[in-house]
Nanobody
Framework: QVQLAESGGGLVQAGGSLKLSCAVS????????MGWSRQAPGKQRESIAT??????YTNYAYAIKGRITISRDNVKLYLQMNNLTPEDTSIYYC???????????WGQGTQVTVSA
């Protein structure tokens, strides 16, 4: 089992920056890929960034690429977000994927609100 807990969300003005953190605990050695997703009101959840646990290879959603950076250390996953717009207002979730078992693990989410 893996546990994830996001933090760092809040209210920020358009053009501002925010760094989200995700504390990871449990059997994290089973995770192959970790990432961040977001879900805006009335919209489907979308994956915006991923990073492999081996090699640190990253991938970003095209629409937001260039404004976000995903990174990790041994105990946390991070998402640096810059030049935020009101369209970035969403609940942001971190997740981990165990490809060997097919299990996905999710945090509870953290709200990010960007004011105009």
């Amino acid at each position: 089992q893996v546990q994830l807990a996001e933090s760092g969300g809040g209210l920020v003005q358009a053009g501002g920056s925010l760094k989200l953190s995700c504390a990871v605990s449990g059997n994290i050695a089973t995770l192959h890929t970790m990432g961040w997703s977001r879900q805006a009101p009335g919209k489907q959840r979308e994956s915006i960034a991923t990073i492999t646990t081996s090699g640190g290879y990253t991938n970003y959603a095209y629409a937001i690429k260039g404004r976000i950076t995903i990174s990790r250390d041994n105990v946390k996953l991070y998402l640096q977000m810059n030049n935020l717009t009101p369209e970035d207002t969403s609940i942001y979730y971190c997740y981990g994927m165990d490809w060997s078992s097919g299990d996905d693990y999710w945090g509870q989410g953290t709200q990010v609100t960007v004011s105009a």
